[in-house]
């Protein structure tokens, strides 16, 4: 799960997403100032999946496995005159494009997939009425035999958007993103709780652009307090709501996975000299509060999109250098290192591990076909 659209992170808008499908034919640059490119340890290795049953021109935002046999990648497709949703499940071989509900009257991209069994996947998004140009939420899900929307509310009038998805059980699901009533967006939060979709009071202010939630009924969420305002948007939900972390830092927060209740991983980008860079931007929770953690220097603008916490000392950080090209980084327990892609064309967007095994998954977008990954 993980990542999002644009050069600045998630897509904040649906209109983004139209124009994010770019031929990219740049090899990787150096650009390295502390540390090279490293090799993980063991026999594992990332390499470009070609196991596709049909080549498609699009982007993947995002993905989620559930094993070696069962894995689900969602985003866009680029049509002459309007985007449309992209859904492929990997079934132990190949990965296949799976029709997703579609008519005249919308135009649908998906954001964010989460996967809770073979016959239970939920994704989330965006879809615009082509008439009036109104912009509202998108849910669907899976139930084994085909992809359906389920109906999602609408919290006011106006632009409403959902970036991320996650849950510990089926009946217990938060879906994140924004609405814009006017101007200024406004966190926007939904809760499944086995029967209806409704909207939840959320944290006040800004965009909402990834959630994590652990299987003993806490969340996470972040996302930056408002455009072209760096300060992060650091929340937790608790019994009695959404509680704001006063320290958030001046930066911009793009995805969190939090694997037990005092090991959680938050990754974005941070203002760096000259200011027209970003740099990359780690933060560890502890089970009592957050704090940076040092990632490698870079000489070229990069941004951090998604993050997959394995282990006390693995986790892995993708996402962009120039905003051309994969930027992937490896925790070993000590350090981020900067990890060596496949390839140096495109920019990746999401990661994460297949339950039970060494191996993991990242998407983006390459040049100009969605971008897959495969570690082991």
């Known amino acids: 799960m993980r990542g999002r659209g644009s050069p600045s992170g998630r897509p904040t808008a649906l209109v983004g997403a139209f124009f994010a499908l770019v031929v990219l034919a740049l090899a990787l640059p150096a ?93 989330v998004g965006s879809q615009i009425l082509v008439k009036t140009g109104v912009v509202h939420t998108l849910i669907e899900h899976w139930d084994g035999a085909g992809w359906s929307i389920v109906p999602s509310p609408r919290a006011r009038s106006g632009h409403e958007e959902l970036l991320a998805v996650s849950g510990g059980a089926a009946d217990n699901l938060w879906a994140v993103g924004y609405l814009e009533p006017q101007i200024t967006p406004l966190p926007l939060a939904m809760h499944w709780n086995g029967t209806r979709w409704h909207v939840t009071r959320a944290p006040a202010g800004g965009i909402l652009q990834d959630v994590s939630a652990h299987h003993d009924g806490g969340v996470w969420a972040v996302g930056s307090s408002a455009p072209g305002v760096r300060h992060a948007l650091l929340a937790m939900h608790a019994r009695a709501g959404w509680h704001v972390d006063p320290n958030a830092p001046a930066q911009d927060l793009e995805a969190i996975a939090w694997r037990r209740p005092y090991d959680a991983w ?108 495969r570690y082991c």
Request: contains cysteine; aromatic residues 8%; proline residues 9%.
């Open 31 to 123: 650009g390295v100032a502390a540390g090279a490119p490293s090799t993980p340890s063991g026999t594992c290795s990332w390499s470009i999946s070609t196991n596709r049953a049909h080549a498609v021109s699009g982007t993947l935002e995002s993905v989620d496995a559930l094993s070696p046999r069962d894995a689900w990648a969602v985003g866009s497709v680029q049509m002459p005159r309007r985007a449309r949703p992209l859904a492929e499940h990997w079934n132990g071989k190949t990965w296949q494009v799976v029709p997703t509900p579609a008519d005249g009257r919308h135009v649908r991209i998906l954001h964010d997939v989460l996967a809770l069994a073979s016959d239970d996947v939920w994704a």
């Open 266 to 373: 938050a990754v974005g980008d941070a203002p760096a000299s000259p200011p027209v860079y970003l740099q990359p931007l780690a933060m560890h929770w502890n089970g009592s509060s957050w704090s940076f953690v040092p990632t490698p220097a870079l000489q070229q603008s990069a941004e951090l999109r998604g993050v997959a916490a394995i282990s006390s000392d693995r986790a892995w950080a993708v996402g962009t250098l120039a905003f051309t090209h994969p930027l992937m980084l490896r925790w070993d327990g000590k350090s981020w290192h900067l990890a060596t892609p496949p390839t140096g064309n495109g920019y990746l967007q999401a990661v994460t591990r297949v339950p039970g095994t060494e191996e993991l998954w990242a998407v983006g977008h390459g040049a100009p076909d969605p971008l897959i990954f």
